[in-house]
């Protein structure tokens, strides 16, 4: 038997990104109609991109100001999900989202 020996660290996942230090609360998550995004400071121009496991952007809202943001489920399959939001170039938060079975 063959037994591999790694040096250095194995990455497995998604690597942490870089924020702007507001604290974004996604309810409910898991989803099955609609998550309502709050944020603990107001955001101006923001973007909300959702993607899906593959990296492939499946929904996006412009414009987001204020605390709250509501994202309906529309077409999205059941699933694990990730969120960015952005203000300007600078992603200000990050998480997973996952949608429910119907």
């Known amino acids: 038997m ?15 990104q870089e924020t702007a230090g507001i604290n974004v609360i996604v309810y409910p998550n898991p989803v099955s109609n609609k998550a309502i995004f709050y ?5 101006s121009g923001a973007t ?6 593959f990296g492939q952007k ?6 987001i100001s204020g605390q709250r943001v509501v994202l309906y489920r529309d077409n999205l399959p059941t699933g694990v999900y990730l969120f960015r939001i952005a203000e300007k170039d ?3 938060s990050s998480g997973k989202l996952v949608i429910a079975g119907d």
Do not use: H, M, P, R
Not at 39 to 43: C, H, V
Not at 58 to 63: E, L, P, S, T
């Open 2 to 16: 063959f037994i591999a020996k790694l040096k250095g660290s194995i990455s497995t996942g998604i690597e942490k």
């Open 58 to 63: 499946v929904k996006q809202i412009d414009n």
């Open 90 to 92: 600078n992603v200000i």
């Open 39 to 43: 944020a603990d400071k107001n955001l």
């Open 48 to 53: 909300l991109t959702v993607y899906n496991v």
